[in-house]
């Protein structure tokens, strides 16, 4: 069982930078992936980045690609997210996730197990 919490989120103007954290519970952290997705207001749930158990690998949407950044400390359960240069369109609730993904479909929201509460980012322009 993995218990995540999400902290970090707030409103920032267009062009801003903010840093969420996924701090997670378990012995096992270190054994899944981590993600983090977003849904915004009217839209479907989407992935955002993801990084495999040992943070050897990071996949990014090509929306966010360059802009943000997923990191992992294992010895901290924690994952992070830092936000670059954030547009309005980046307006949504953060999700964290965990997750034993195969096949590399770190992009699948139904590839993940454990999900947090959210955090609300708001991007004004």
């Known amino acids: 069982q993995v218990q995540l919490v999400e902290s970090g989120g707030g409103s920032v103007q267009a062009g801003g930078s903010l840093r969420l954290s996924c701090a997670a519970s378990?012995?096992?952290?270190?054994?899944?992936?981590m993600g983090w997705f977003r849904q915004g207001p009217g839209k479907e749930r989407e992935f955002v980045a993801a990084?495999?158990?040992?943070?050897?690998?990071?996949y990014y949407a090509d929306s966010v690609k360059g802009r943000f950044t997923i990191s992992r400390d294992n010895a901290k359960n924690t994952v992070d997210l830092q936000m670059n240069s954030l547009k309005p369109e980046d307006t949504a609730v953060y999700y964290c996730?965990?997750?034993?993904?195969?096949?590399?479909?770190?992009?699948?929201?139904?590839?993940?197990?454990?999900w947090g509460q959210g955090t609300q980012v708001s991007v004004s322009s």
């Open positions: 378990g012995r096992t952290f270190s054994s899944y992936a």
């Open positions: 996730a965990a997750g034993k993904v195969s096949g590399g479909y770190f992009h699948l929201h139904t590839q993940y197990e454990y």
């Open positions: 990084i495999n158990w040992s943070g050897g690998r990071t």
